[in-house]
């Protein structure tokens, strides 16, 4: 205890520093350097997107035109970027994130914590509770990023290697875009590997924000396997459609992948699961950046139920249907006060044993989160997620989420950000029906070239 303790004193006060000191500018980001602006331009703090840069992305890694007024006709997307040919330095781009972590976890005495090798922890258990207190430093992200259009064609290309991740290395993500239409009336297809979620959809319906890990309520793993946090193989086509200015925007996407295998990895090769995997999302942007978002996955997967090594007498394989329905909103107020909410319902098959009747895991999730933006490249954020979760006949489980922090650009570019969270987390195990208490403090400093 007395290490979490002097561990969130030492980090508030190295947060204090940076929230204080003053701007600099040196190294920018892939996009920005090759249209000479600041990463405001497509994001309020990075890495949260605001309408412009949805746009951006939408149109295929293209600048949206400053003069789309209605008086002539929107240009063409291969307009849009006639001007600027291939550079590899414009196109290449460098992401590191490092962190100081203080955890304390209380759980029933039956479950076990884990911490990593580099952690300092401490544990200990009073008969009906077990508890560990752990603090780290850590490297928690090395990517490389690959990304830009092609000139004088409909065609860009986006491709993410982590480097370095939890510890592994693979490819997050590589697919092919054409992108076709007007700046006000475009649509586009894309095929590779991509997420399913993150980077959809309006602000609140995003995966990653202002703060350095997802809401709960977009990341909520269930009881077999299965997350929005995905990255599967298939073909994604949309169309976006502008008003004069982009004042207002709507965006409707629709996915067909390959989806997920047994132990949660996208399907790369060959499998057994020849269904696909269906994601569609509508978006509707307003005002002064604010965006109504619903969206809809329905998908399934191969489920080893009570697994064991050597495999147990009751150990067997089904395959559950997954279904995931959301609606998201936000909007910003005096350019200072962004609040967002969210919902999601999911709904997965379940069999207790095998060749028994069917049941469902059932889980109804909202978020709540207030961004007030102090000035450019300077924001507080509030969030809140609670989650009921069930699998019939077992009773109701309740998961309660809560976090506060601060985010500083430490550049006039915006490119080098420190953040700063605390964060309780009460799970409720649906299947095991057991609770665990989780509080933790993270700061971070993440640097993209």
Known sequence: ????????????????FVLLMPQQGHAIPAFARKYGVKCYACHTVPPALNKNGYMFKRLGYRLPPDE?????????????????KFDIINALALVLQTSFTADKTVADAG?????????????????????SSCSSFNLDEAALFLAGPIPDTGFSYFGHYELYQDGTNDLEQGFGVYTGGRANSSYFIKAGEM??????????????????????????????NFSLDQHPVGVDVGYTWASNYFKRVFAASAKVT????????????????????????????????????????????????????????????????????????????????????????????????QGGPLSHYIANT???????????GLVLMARVDRSTQSIAPQPLMHTRVWSVGGEHALTDLGNVIARAAYTQEHDGDPLALVGTTDKSFKFDVRYMW
């Not at 809809?296 to 697994?307: C, E, F, L, P, T």
């Open 111 to 131: 479950n076990t914590t884990s911490a990593s090798p580099s952690s300092s922890c401490n544990s200990g258990t009073d008969g009906t509770q077990q508890s």
């Open 1 to 16: 205890m007395k290490l979490w303790t002097s561990g969130i004193k030492v980090c508030l006060l190295v947060v204090g």
């Open 258 to 353: 390959n989806g997920l295998n047994a132990d949660g990895s996208e399907i790369l090769g060959s499998s057994t699961k020849n269904s696909k995997d269906v994601w569609a999302d509508a978006d509707y942007w307003f005002g002064p950046d604010g965006g109504v978002t619903v969206m809809v996955y329905r998908g399934s997967k191969d489920q080893i139920q009570n697994a064991g090594s050597p495999p147990p007498p009751n150990q067997f394989t089904y395959r559950p249907t997954m279904w995931r329905s959301g609606a998201f909103g936000n909007y910003l107020f005096f350019d200072k006060l962004d609040l967002l909410g969210g919902y999601i319902r999911s709904q997965d098959d379940w069999q207790w044993v």
């Open 68 to 84: 789309m007024d209605g008086t002539k006709p929107a240009p063409k997307i291969t307009e849009l970027d006639k001007n600027n």
């Open 366 to 376: 909202y978020r709540g989160e207030a961004d007030y933006y102090i000035k450019p």
């Open 195 to 224: 997420h399913m979620q993150e980077g959809e959809g309006t602000r609140a319906a995003m995966f990653y924000n202002l703060f350095s890990d997802p809401a709960y309520t977009l990341t909520n793993v269930d009881p077999i």
